[in-house]
């Protein structure tokens, strides 16, 4: 599909904007990487700072004003948008005017979900730093002008997409992720494109890949894993009753939210992982369930997500996934349902994971049986939702 049939399909979705390009530094690809180098790169800047040909002013330019605590008023919000539900953000910022993930202390009463289409457009957002760098462009931490909502812009470029045929396939998940409301999974506010390129405002995941905190932390105490693995769970099963799988259920596909809360994300079409041991040696494999691998033209059912359930928490907790091994043995013991749980392990923990990994789907624990498990309510007194 040409660039042009892409931006119709997006059309039809919902708005068309062809808008001046204030991100043309900050989201450029060939720029953005010394954005990010510079310290300047972490301050929300005005449009007019951000364009390529006043980077030296950029350097120069004071912050934005760091937010003070806010609660926007109801008049506020009609301001901002007849269609957006009520919205209330607080925002505290550390001594530095700088803002940074890390500064933020963000309370969302209610998202600022629009109940219908809205013609967003880059002049609405003040750009911030870049959060990371996926498959098709960047993430930027972004505010929204009129309301001060802090939330993510996700940059995707066009011809990136063609390049890849990854259409269809970035259409469909926006409108699957843009009918999703859960408290643990990263809500897709709106969408909009230019030329060259989409971009996604998603919500901002404060505290960053969960797949660093793990590989920074080893493993996770059991308490810590039961609670995240509950939210998993309660996201799947919101997903599963509206009949989508996720089928890609990962670390490298969780976020954490401010309050250390799961956001799982990225519905298919982002693949980027920076760490190689997912991309050079086996892709997705040590996630991907038997009935996935085994004989061709098997199809598979919702319970595939249950089995990456069972291998996600196996890593939470032992720190490396159950099957790991070269690319042929990873197939092997998957396909035979091998492996071993280690001794540190809690024998509570290890009845849950037995329960995951079942090679016949059919007999996998289901999703409303998982919050009620003994290991689940041993470390998840009060909720299984975000606030565990
Ligand atoms: P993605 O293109 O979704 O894979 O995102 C690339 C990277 O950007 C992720 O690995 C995260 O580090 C970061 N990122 C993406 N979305 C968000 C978000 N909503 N909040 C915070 N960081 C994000």
């Known amino acids: 599909m040409e660039i042009a049939k892409l931006s119709a399909a997006l059309e039809r979705i919902h708005v068309t904007d062809e808008n001046e390009d204030p991100l043309s530094a900050a989201t450029d690809g060939r720029t953005s990487q010394k954005a990010s180098n510079s310290k300047t790169a972490t301050k929300l800047s005005s449009k007019t700072k951000l364009s390529s040909s006043t980077s030296k002013a950029n350097r120069t330019r004071p912050a934005l004003q760091p937010l003070a605590l806010q609660k926007l008023a109801i008049a506020n919000a009609t301001k901002l948008s007849t269609n957006l539900s009520r919205v209330t953000v607080t ?80 259409r469909r998940e926006i409108e699957i992720q843009s009918h ?58 919101y997903l599963h009753r509206k009949h989508i799988i996720h089928r890609d259920i990962k670390p490298e596909n969780l976020l954490v939210g401010i309050y250390g809360e799961i956001k799982m994300s990225d519905f298919g079409w982002s693949v980027h992982t920076p760490y190689a041991r997912r991309t050079t040696l086996c892709g997705t494999l040590d996630y991907l369930p038997p009935e996935m691998l085994s004989s061709m033209g098997v199809s598979y059912s919702k319970q595939v997500d249950l089995w990456s359930l069972g291998v996600l928490m196996y890593e939470f907790l032992v720190g490396e996934a159950p099957f790991e091994d ?23 923990a290890k009845d849950l994971i037995k329960r995951l990994l079942v090679l016949d789907p059919e007999k996998r624990i289901p999703l409303e049986e998982i919050e009620r498990h003994p290991w689940i309510i041993k470390h998840c007194k009060k909720s299984t939702d975000s606030k565990g």
């Open 91 to 170: 925002t505290t910022l550390g001594q530095s005017s700088r803002i940074s993930a890390t500064h933020y202390h963000i309370a969302t009463e209610s998202a600022l979900i629009p109940s219908v289409p809205r013609a967003w457009h880059l002049g609405m957002f003040d750009i911030g730093k870049p959060l990371g760098k996926g498959k098709f462009g960047r993430v930027y931490l972004a505010r929204e002008k009129t309301s001060g909502f802090v939330c993510a812009l996700k940059v995707l470029h066009k011809a990136e997409i063609q390049q890849e045929g990854f259409e269809k396939q970035v």
């Open 180 to 237: 999703l409301a859960h408290p643990n999974l990263l809500s897709l506010y709106g969408h909009f494109h230019d030329s060259r390129r989409i971009f996604l405002i998603v919500e901002f995941a404060g505290q960053g890949e969960l797949y660093k905190h793990l590989r920074k932390e080893q493993r996770f105490p059991e308490r810590k894993a039961a609670q995240y693995i509950a939210q998993t769970a309660s996201a799947l099963k």
């Open 326 to 348: 070269s690319l042929v043995m990873t197939k092997r013991k998957i396909v035979r349902g091998e492996y071993s749980i280690p001794s540190f392990v809690s024998s509570e």
